[in-house]
């Protein structure tokens, strides 16, 4: 009895900082991470790291007790051999963007599902998730289609100026 209450007592603050990370997170993926080399997965971790995600291999159950009654509780039904959780608190695309590129590598490695601003996602959808750009490049993008008639505007009145100069 003294030894099943220590072992609860020990799972408890790992439990606890699953979820902390999920609580306010903009996306959760869960990742099916077998058949990565050392190599690349320490790649992806850093990769991860600078895009400030939060990847993290735990076991299933914690998972599971972390995951109960919150958003999150759909992804217990993929909780089955060694699956890791990716979790990013600002950019929603990022966590499915940078594991799908590494997942190329690594065909054995997959994303299972994920929860992206409260919502379930399948495989599939967290697969069509990973190409959506980042913020930054969307806001590029923009950006760059604001400017590009002013600019042509700008050519063209500067053409017309020229030729009245002559």
């Known amino acids: 009895m003294a030894y099943t209450a220590k072992k609860t007592e020990e799972k408890r603050p790992v439990i606890a900082e699953i979820s902390e990370n999920i609580q306010d997170a903009q996306s959760v993926v869960l990742v099916h991470y077998s058949g990565i080399t050392v190599e690349a997965d320490t790649e992806l971790r850093k990769e991860l790291r600078e895009a400030g995600v939060i990847y993290k ?35 929603a695309t990022a966590p499915a963007r940078i594991i799908s590129k590494y997942a190329k590598k690594a065909p054995t490695m997959k994303m299972l599902a994920g ?34 008639p002013i600019a042509n505007l700008a050519r063209v009145l500067n053409q017309i100026a020229e030729s009245k100069a002559e």
């Open 57 to 91: 291999v735990y076991k299933n159950t914690m998972l599971n007790f972390a995951f109960k009654d919150t958003p999150c509780e759909a992804l217990s039904q993929h909780l089955e051999g060694p699956n890791a959780v990716a979790i990013s608190k600002t950019d």
């Open 115 to 148: 929860v992206v601003e409260g919502k379930y996602f399948d495989e599939k959808a967290v697969a069509a998730l990973a190409t959506v750009p980042s913020r930054e490049e969307l806001l590029g993008k923009l950006l760059g289609s604001i400017q590009s």
